[in-house]
């Protein structure tokens, strides 16, 4: 690989389900596209990405396989009929709170004794478990009898186990616990299937196979896929670390807040971390799959996150406006969209006549844009547009002839 200057792309197909009607993630595949995903946040100089193919290959995605493999800048994406989709992890908002979850009566805890089962012991009897049964690895130090005694109050009774109940019972397994065995995942997983209906197992793991372990990121894979061909409801929670020496840039996350913020999020299926945006950034720009959120919670250096807003936002909010002013109001909004992609903390450096190619605007930073502007007004707009239209006055100009037509207020 000495002197390669060409980026690395792994391609896969049906590996992840991404839209409404996609099929079951295939196992293989689905841990290939995982442990490249992870390959390439992790070595950002390799240069690598993945991209998954949908099951019926015709003219039109194999236009936007050429487009994305000669764009030079490779990414975590998908091609569907509807179009090329980046994964992103983006930021909750603040006031918005996950779907509820409702543990079984009965909770089984495996894996880790720390304070990752501490954390987790609290989510559930928050979630409604009353029987929360410890099965750790030999040798384990026992449940705290302090937190016993506290769980006890809030109506849950914890006791130590040394296999699985024969009866039905929320399976929950802790980082570390998952098999490599797709064998035995099945079995684990087809316990759940044939349980008490309405129960739902959930896999609580670490960061590890989110940020650049391609080992940890195949098991999770395989964990989801397997889930989903059984039928299961798998609940899946990425959290920081609870323990030990946290990778620069993390910090440790208390067993009480975590089950807190895992009460309030666990529907999501979150990722909860504490990071020192300042400290992870320091050491080089954020990988693909972060770049959004670094953006946001970094603010280009202001610490304040980026405004979550609905879909339509800028179509409703340019409805409103007289039409002399429509335009103006659009095309601030682009320039402000433009500097977030960039990641600018405001839009004073992108100027209505600034090429944006010119700024640093690559294939994926035009989807990107593409992406926002589209939510943003409801449309669907080609990432093309970008290289078609470089400057804001010239995208303002397009955008207006498809948003002035009468047609296109009807709905508003």
Not at 319 to 348: F, I, N, Q, Y
Not at 385 to 398: C, E, G, K, Q, R
């Amino acid at each position: 690989m000495a002197g390669r200057d060409a980026p690395l792309w792994i391609i896969t197909r049906d590996a992840v389900a991404c839209e409404p009607g996609d099929p079951c993630p295939a196992l293989v595949p689905a841990q290939v596209w995982a442990a490249g995903a992870a390959l390439a946040t992790r070595y950002a100089d390799l240069r690598a990405g993945v991209v998954d193919l949908p099951a019926a290959f015709d003219e039109r995605t194999a236009a936007r396989l050429v487009g994305v493999l000669t764009a030079g800048e490779p990414d975590q994406l998908a091609i569907r009929t509807t179009g090329t989709l980046a994964r992103r992890l983006v930021r909750a908002a603040p006031d918005q709170a996950g779907d509820s979850w409702a543990a079984g009566t009965v909770a089984l805890i495996e894996g880790d004794a720390g304070p990752l089962r501490e954390a987790t012991l609290r989510w559930l009897a928050a979630a409604g478990a009353h029987r929360l049964l410890a099965c750790s690895p030999p040798g384990a130090p026992p449940v705290a009898p302090a937190l016993v005694a506290e769980l006890a109050r809030a109506g849950a009774a914890v006791t130590a186990v040394e296999r699985r109940p024969d009866e039905p019972a929320t399976i929950v397994r802790l980082d570390g616990t998952r098999p490599d065995d797709p064998d035995a995942l099945d079995a684990a997983l087809a316990e759940v299937a044939g349980g008490v209906t309405g129960v739902t197992a959930a896999a609580v793991r670490g960061l590890d196979g989110l940020l650049g372990s391609p080992g940890a990121a195949a098991r999770d894979a395989a964990v989801e896929a397997t889930a989903v061909r059984l039928g299961v409801p798998l609940l899946c929670l990425t959290v920081g670390p609870c323990e030990g020496e946290p990778a620069p840039g993390l910090r440790l996350l208390p067993p009480a807040p975590l089950a807190a913020l895992l009460a309030r999020t666990a529907g999501d299926s979150p990722v909860v971390a504490d990071v020192d945006w300042d400290r992870y950034l320091a050491a080089g720009p954020p990988p693909a799959l972060l770049r959004e959120l670094a953006g946001s919670a970094h603010g280009a250096g202001t610490g304040h996150p980026e405004e979550i807003r609905p879909t339509g936002w800028l179509r409703r909010e340019l409805a409103s406006l007289d039409e002399a002013v429509r335009p103006e109001a659009l095309r601030e909004a682009v320039r402000a969209e433009a500097a977030a992609v960039l990641g600018h903390a405001t839009a004073a450096g992108v100027e209505a006549d600034s090429n944006l190619l010119d700024l640093g605007f690559s294939s994926f930073t035009a989807l990107e844009l593409a992406t926002r502007l589209s939510t943003a007004l409801e449309l669907t707009l080609a990432p093309a547009a970008t290289f078609d239209h470089p400057t804001p006055d010239a995208l303002v100009a397009y955008l207006g002839s498809i948003l002035w037509a009468p047609s296109a207020w009807e709905h508003t």
